[in-house]
Nanobody, 124 residues
Framework: QVQLVDSGGGLVQAGGSLRLSCVAS????????VAWFHQAPGKDREFVAG????????VAAESVKGRFTIAKDNSRNTVYLQMNNLKPEDTAVYYC?????????????????WGQGTQVTVSS
């Protein structure tokens, strides 16, 4: 059973950048599709971006297109979320998640494996 550890959050000013990392416990991460979700206080967990198991396809939510990039490094069992031009509305806890299979889902209940979350705070 794969375990995920996400990190890289912090406090940044609007317009700044952060890179989140999600490290998997085993090589089989290459057989999983991986996504990042975020959850602001009082709101549901929302899809941010996802990448297929081969890392050959990626999807991003409309609100982050052109600002966030997801990338998968199978040799390091790691998925990254590069976040540029951050906005105060990006403030949330960010979670990485994995699901078996070759496709990305934007629904949180399709993912069986989750990291512990990392806080991202963007000040105006």
């Amino acid at each position: 059973q794969v375990q995920l550890v996400d990190s890289g959050g912090g406090l940044v000013q609007a317009g700044g950048s952060l890179r989140l990392s999600c490290v998997a416990s085993e090589d089989s991460i290459r057989r999983y599709s991986v996504a990042w979700f975020h959850q602001a206080p009082g709101k549901d967990r929302e899809f941010v971006a996802g990448v297929t198991w081969l890392g050959s396809g990626a999807v991003a939510a409309e609100s982050v297109k052109g600002r966030f990039t997801i990338a998968k490094d199978n040799s390091r069992n790691t998925v990254y979320l590069q976040m540029n031009n951050l906005k105060p509305e990006d403030t949330a806890v960010y979670y990485c998640a994995a699901r078996r299979g070759t496709t990305i889902s934007q629904s949180a209940d399709q993912y069986g494996y989750w990291g512990q979350g990392t806080q991202v705070t963007v000040s105006s």
